[in-house]
């Protein structure tokens, strides 16, 4: 695809004028500070400095900046939060990023429909503590409490009800370079509120699903929030074999038990104490010993259940789980050994799980965080499980970390490992991030995965023949200048 152009200093500053004169000062910022500050994120991606920053503060803004980027062929990366960790608000060099976290209004929350419009700017924290006040919830990650719902489900996320809520997006309103805007769902009808994803014609909103900003501008959601039930829990229960514990998770899936479980390794959370010993900043001694071997005492592998219903089903459930986790080697932790073992995981997962309310990870302090994401069908996901951490293992640089989690219904297994190499170590950094793309490329050849989140992943799109080619005649009709996140790569040519 042809790529937009770099600015000169002259066209810069008859750019800036014309959009403060247009929008309002205020909101178009290109103050040296400001604009490094934007230039890169937590991921490898090299940075790069955009010429403006701008913070818009109603659709019409971000029309005007689309159709002024558009004339002069910028290139525009647009943001909710900017949470990501893969460097996808990283953005051209001498480009536009708007910002769109003025936009933080809640405007409706529809507890008769079970969904709530939302503008990007709004945070997870402030959405679940609003709708924690009418009695409901949103689809939470493991992300921090300031990541944005609108952009993380956008992204399709792997969030708390990613098992049987795969899809939490209802209805976007979309801003096309060329200004023009519309609504996917029920909304584009005169009169009607959002209280339909699918109507007559093509679900158009799972066009704008990650397409990580490179089709249009969203300004508005209609999210589906779901009311919370009587009662929940967060049930644990440890296994020494990772493939036990995919059975166990599998087995109450069909059963249509959990609303949700993780597997996370025993590296993992013991990095969820990183922080939390004895009030100080310490890291687990554990956490740098080899992952393939945890102490004695350490489960290989825990497994959250998450559970929501009457309280009589609830209490059925938890037999079910302990009669289950039985079946495959595994055991149900009580309240006491769940404190002994994993205290930081108690922590987090019932404020996440139990109390709907986000975390914050503390386990940054660690190093760079690295992560390599992979979907592949349950019983694969069995053999690629001790391959990524033979091969992790290798980078040495412990704690080697991994959580798979099952996507609607367990039809497929999310599967996420990271490390921390030290971030002053390029040439180790640069080795991992190299050895995460052949990574990519066995995990496709022998394990039959489907990589996640592209810009510092795996750019497939080449690889998927007709679909590709058809994903870039959309891309070409929407964006004929190429100005939205050009340097995302998805639209990349790439063989194996
Ligand atoms: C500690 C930590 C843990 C995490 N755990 C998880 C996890 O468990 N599950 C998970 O799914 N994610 C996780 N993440 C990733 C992160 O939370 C999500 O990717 C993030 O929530 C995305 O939302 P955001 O608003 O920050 O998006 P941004 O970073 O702002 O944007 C993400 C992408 O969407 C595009 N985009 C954003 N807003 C718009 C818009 N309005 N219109 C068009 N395109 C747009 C951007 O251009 C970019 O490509 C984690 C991150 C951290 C830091």
Known sequence: ?????????????????????????????????????????????PP???????????????????????????PITVMSAGVNVVGACIPEQDGIVIDLRRMN?????????????????????????????????????????GASPLGNYISRPSGSLANRHLDCIQDLEVVLPDGTFFNTGSAQFPNVSSHLRY????????????????????????????????SNRVNLAAFEKFGNAVDFVKELINHN?????????????KAFEVGLIDGEYKIPPETRLDPRKPPKGVPYNIVSTFMSGYEESMRTNDRICSKVAARYGGKVLSKKEAQAVVPGG????????????????TFFGLGRYLAWIVFTEPKVVKELEKWA????????????????????????MF??????????????????????????????????????????????????????????????????????????????EVTL
């Open 1 to 45: 695809m042809k790529t937009s152009r770099r600015l000169s200093e002259n066209e810069k500053h008859v750019i800036c004028r014309k959009l403060r004169e247009t929008i309002g000062t205020e909101k178009v910022k290109d103050d040296e500070l400001v604009l490094i500050t934007y230039a890169s994120d937590i991921s490898p991606v």
């Open 346 to 361: 108690v922590a987090g997962w019932t404020e996440l799980y139990g109390k709907y309310r986000p975390v914050e990870p």
């Open 105 to 145: 209004r809640i405007i409706e929350i529809n507890t008769d429909s079970g969904y709530a419009v939302v503008e990007p700017g709004v945070n997870f924290d402030r959405f679940s503590a609003a709708l924690a006040d009418k009695g409901f919830r949103c689809a939470i990650p493991t992300a921090p409490g």
């Open 48 to 74: 790069q400095k955009p010429s403006f920053v701008i913070f818009p503060e109603n659709r019409d803004d971000v029309v005007t900046v689309l159709q002024t980027a558009n004339e002069y062929k910028i």
């Open 415 to 492: 599967f996420r490992i990271f490390c921390f190499p030290d971030p002053k170590n390029q040439k180790l950094v640069d080795h991992i991030v190299n050895k995460y793309r052949q990574m990519y490329e066995v995990a496709m050849k022998r394990y039959g995965g489907v990589p996640m989140r592209v810009k510092s992943g795996y750019p497939a799109l080449g690889l998927v023949g007709g679909y590709g080619k058809a994903l870039t005649r959309i891309k070409k009709a929407f964006d004929p200048n190429n100005i939205l996140s050009p340097n995302m790569r998805i639209y990349e």
């Open 199 to 230: 109507g007559p014609f093509p679900d158009l909103a799972g066009l704008f699903l990650c397409a990580y900003g490179t089709l249009g501008v969203i300004t508005k959601a209609a999210l589906k929030i779901y009311p919370i039930n009587e």
């Open 389 to 412: 951490v033979e091969e992790f293992s290798k980078f040495k640089t412990p704690p080697v970390c991994y959580y798979s989690q099952p996507f609607d219904f367990g039809r497929s």
């Open 257 to 269: 038990i959990p609303e949700h479980c993780i597997i996370w390794n025993w590296q993992l959370f």
